[in-house]
């Protein structure tokens, strides 16, 4: 019998595993640069090449939100409710943005509700008075869901106000994100059901069975009671920020008071979160879909994440842009939109509209700050004008077209909240909701600087190169 030499089968075994890596990357990976990318690893690195692939190249990520989503049961579906049934009356209210609201039934398939009050909240000094104030308020159910909940003062008067709310009765539901919650000794969730309150964690690390994942975060923020006031935006629970402590840490914010129909679109999306976490269907008969109407806005919840929500956010986003005849006024922490997001902005400052980017000064992600000046040059070029917005790090996710819409959230413009995270965004159309918000964006333009070329090539060589590597990796920042 012909004997083979075991290092003509390591070397076959090596072959076919590289050979067998780069037919996976070329079948499975959507971007053509991304599967040369990887086939071009797996060949020229037949030991390491299929190795690396198997740590990075795979997608896990969509796997395991697949996983999640099918759990669902249908009632408890973000659009399981859906009624995308033509309404005459709102229809001739925004007839002149038709074909972005078509869009938006698209997508979320889910409708526009009119009769809505959005109010803005600075800071933690008007969010968290408010925000107390409905819990203390409470008569029969509140739920809150938040991505950090720290237990300094902030946190622990929440927690207070909960323990109140309880002993009057009240029903309780409060969702962490169980990374997020990691941010702060001792933890939330721990004091909480020291107090007897219902919480529960999403997508927890665990060591046994083996959970160590740091994606599929929720990063949502709702706080819901009784079925008559809302409130959501990019503000977490905690001291940092309460501006006027002026704390290395502090975060200045804008979050939003919602009354109005569309609190039912924000019930259901806190139950689908809920159940994933706890496997328990919660709802409340105050949550119903006939709301007294409360305002003049009209607004639709958006959720996205990686699931069957998948680029929910950014299609709408990407609309709007497109939709826009004369300013696109963004602010935002975090900003390294995805190519199709970026090219809507060049197309829109191309066609004369004015595109207004504020970022902060300074970050508390720097590897994000430096990635996104690497990438500031070809906006400049375009005509688009970037702002840097003088401290405290500003949090605050706001989105204006012209005079009539925006879009109100938990989403930051970079592929961690775009691709890897749960979130929420609401879109308001209402003129004078725009009005204030450009107000906000007013006043942070008046106190800050613009971007300009000379100033981004005054840095130095080692400072371009630092900004080019944090770029290079910012799909996973």
Known sequence: MLEIPWQALALGGTVLIAVSAGIHALLHLPDPRAAWGWIAVTLLFPVAGPVLYLLFGINRVKSRARQIATALPDELSPHAQADVRENPELRAQLSAHLSLIHTGDTVTQSPLLGGNRVRPLRNGEEAFPAMLAAIDAATESVALATYIFETNKVGRDV???????????????????????LYSLPRAVRLLRRR??????????????PALHINLRNHRKLLLVDGCIGFTGGMNIGSRHMVTENRRTTA???HFEIAGPVLNQLATAFAADWYLATREVWSSPLWADDQPAAGASVC??????????????????????????????????YFLPPPELEAALLGAALRGVQVDIILPDHNNVRAVHYAAQHMLHRLLDRGINVWRQAPPFCHSKLFVIDDHYAMIGSANLDPRSLRLNFELGVEVYDTQ????????????????????AERLDA????????????WLFSPYL
Do not use: Y
């Open 252 to 254: 200045a914010d804008t």
């Open 159 to 181: 927690i207070q106000a909960l323990e109140r709310a309880k002993a009057r009765g009240v029903d309780i539901r409060v969702l962490v994100d169980g990374i997020g919650e």
């Open 459 to 470: 840095r130095g060589p080692l400072r371009r190169v630092r900004d080019a590597a944090c």
């Open 433 to 452: 909701f725009a009005e204030r918000l450009h107000a906000i964006i007013d006043g942070a333009m008046d106190g800050g600087e613009r971007w300009t």
């Open 196 to 209: 007897g309150i219902r919480c529960a964690r999403f997508h927890p690390p665990r060591v046994l069975p």
């Open 300 to 333: 639709r919840v958006i959720t996205d994440g990686p699931n069957e929500d998948l680029d929910h956010l950014r299609l709408v986003l990407q609309a709007a842009i497109v939709s826009a005849r004369e300013r696109v006024r963004i602010m935002t922490p």
